[in-house]
């Protein structure tokens, strides 16, 4: 025994032709059944993830920009009262809405512009008869916005019959649903993250019993616990990132398709989609927030294998 | 370097399948471990590889208590011993070269650094031309000659062996026997658990002779 290993240190590596000979298998094989089962659980979890972050974002982004419109923008409204002009009421309130710091501009809508604007629910009647509130629009600086009780205080002490519209109410309404949505997309997000973190540990547990033989082969020669879980977690980091990979693609490819379709949306008659939720399309941030949750899936998955294969471990010898 | 006293071993609550065993390997020697199937020569080489735990008595392995080990000291210690299973043990989707060379890719060594060592061993062996072959393709002598390959790999201090020319012919029985034994030159202590008297009568060595559990020494 002790002459071939002196022959063998005496000859150097190159004399067996190296690249003939080389370590090309990986300890574990890769493509054990469970492995697969594991990239279709990690690619589905990651697609559901990745659609319910992009359906929280575009509600989130929807629901700032809303806000953003209504907040630039509120309406004066002048009651029809007895013994008053409307027509001078309103200029009037154009001119005081207009002396307020903060407002951009203010415009009296005249009383031909408003029976148009009621002409699609009340048809051509004749709207004379009708006491018919006026409107006067006011656009507020984006930058500056105006102080709101100023305004109602001007508009109260010179116009008894005029209201001052801020949209306050409903943007506050708009607000809690938008926050409700978004709770309730954390809450699927959660409930998935959770499942994906079962599915792996059951799925490790499985392939380490699979791969006993390995595993006890392994021990034999003398590995540690931190080799073999080692080579477990790198297998499955592996497959979470080709399971983050094509779940996170898919998501992604979606919200690109939605995001070209947008157009077609729009021009829909009624403009449905897009009167309510502006533009029915994922921003930026909602590609890298789901390139961010691929991510995270490929950890978690490497994480919760890491763990389960070091119990594992310690149950088998 | 091994000591064993009073070691008794029973499975469950079943009856004693090793007791009182007292004995010792000393450092460079060589001995056979005989005895009828169902004796318990498995059962003391699991063991001696600390793959089970006594259920009394002292077991002493390379200065250290065996039966209270730490996790992480086992793997050190299992490093130092090299083991050929009846059932050889190797991995199916790994090159022959790939199995021999699992200890030391396992101790973290750099592939080209033992290389050449692997593949002197492996044509000593006999299995130069199955350096790709995989297990399930091997005859079971070469599956064998694998086997002892990977306990010889690392150069243990311990080897052990449970039948290690079950599977080949009487002229390889021989040379491997002759290996085994030249072992000891380099400071390898070797036991070799067999039935075979054939075997054991070609070298004179002494001879653990386990029967219903008990152990007796003979020459």
Do not use: C
């Not at chain 1, 279709?40 to 982004?61: C, D, R, S, W």
């Not at chain 1, 109410?169 to 998935?192: C, H, N, P, Q, S």
């Not at chain 2, 033992?114 to 006999?126: I, K, N, S, T």
């Not at chain 2, 653990?208 to 559990?213: E, F, K, T």
Request: charge should be positive.
């Amino acid at each position: 025994m002790s002459e071939p290993r002196r022959a063998a240190e005496a000859k150097p590596a190159r004399d067996y032709g190296e690249p003939m000979v080389a370590h090309v298998h990986p300890i574990l094989p890769d493509d054990t059944v469970s492995g697969r089962s594991l990239l279709a659980v990690v690619a589905i979890m990651t697609f559901l993830a990745g659609l319910t972050i992009g359906a929280v974002e575009m509600v989130h982004a929807a629901a700032g920009a809303w806000r953003g419109d209504m907040l630039r923008e509120v309406t004066v409204q002048l009651r029809p009262m007895p013994g008053r002009d409307l027509d001078a009421d309103t200029r009037k309130a154009a001119e005081i809405a207009k002396s307020i710091a903060g407002v951009a501009d203010a415009r009296a809508f005249s009383k031909e512009e408003t029976e148009r604007l009621l002409q699609p629910w009340l048809g051509n009647a004749d709207l004379g008869a009708l006491p018919v509130p006026r409107l006067v629009q006011v656009k507020v600086d984006a930058q500056a916005a105006p102080d709101f009780d100023r305004l109602r205080r001007a508009l109260a002490e010179s116009l008894p019959n005029a209201g001052l519209d801020d949209h306050h109410g409903f943007a506050a309404r708009l607000a809690a649903i938008a926050d409700a949505v978004t709770l309730a997309g954390l809450a699927v997000l959660a409930l998935v993250l959770a499942a994906t973190m079962l599915s792996v540990s059951f799925a490790t547990r499985g392939a380490v019993a699979a791969n006993r033989t390995i595993v006890e082969v392994l021990h034999f020669v003398g590995a540690r616990d931190a080799f073999v879980a080692r080579i477990f977690a790198r297998h499955f980091l592996a497959v979470g990132l080709k399971g983050g990979l094509i779940g996170g693609a898919g998501a992604a490819a979606l919200f690109g398709l939605i995001r070209l379709a947008a157009p077609l949306f729009g021009s829909l008659p009624g403009e449905g989609a897009a009167v309510f939720l502006g533009r029915f399309a994922l921003n930026m941030r909602g590609f890298l927030w789901i390139a961010a949750a691929a991510a995270a899936m490929s950890l978690i998955t490497a994480l919760s294998s890491r763990i389960t294969v070091h119990r594992t471990l310690r149950a088998i010898d | 370097m091994v000591r064993f006293e009073n070691v008794g071993l029973r499975y469950g609550t079943g009856p004693e399948v090793l007791k009182d065993l007292t004995f010792s390997i000393e450092p460079r020697s060589f001995q056979f471990l005989t005895g009828p199937s169902g004796a318990g020569k498995t059962s003391l080489l699991r063991l001696l590889f600390l793959s089970l735990r006594p259920t009394r008595g002292l077991i002493s392995l390379f200065d250290r208590d065996a039966t209270r080990l730490a996790r992480g000291e086992i793997a050190a210690l299992r490093r130092r011993i090299g083991i050929v299973f009846q059932d050889f043990r190797l991995l199916d989707h790994l090159t022959t070269y790939e199995n021999v060379a699992l200890p030391l890719r396992v101790s973290g060594r750099d592939e080209a650094g033992y290389r050449a060592e692997v593949v002197e061993l492996l044509q000593w062996v006999g299995l130069g031309e199955r350096l790709h072959a995989l297990p399930p393709v091997l005859s079971g002598g070469e599956k064998q000659r694998a086997a002892i390959a990977r306990a010889l790999i690392s150069r243990p201090e311990l080897l052990l062996a449970d039948e290690p020319t079950g599977n080949v012919d009487p002229t390889l029985a021989r040379r491997l026997l002759r290996l085994l034994v030249e072992l000891r030159k380099t400071g390898t202590s070797v036991l070799i658990a067999t039935h075979d008297v054939a075997l054991m009568d070609q070298y004179d060595a002494p001879r653990l002779v386990l029967d219903d559990g008990r152990l007796r020494v003979a020459h």
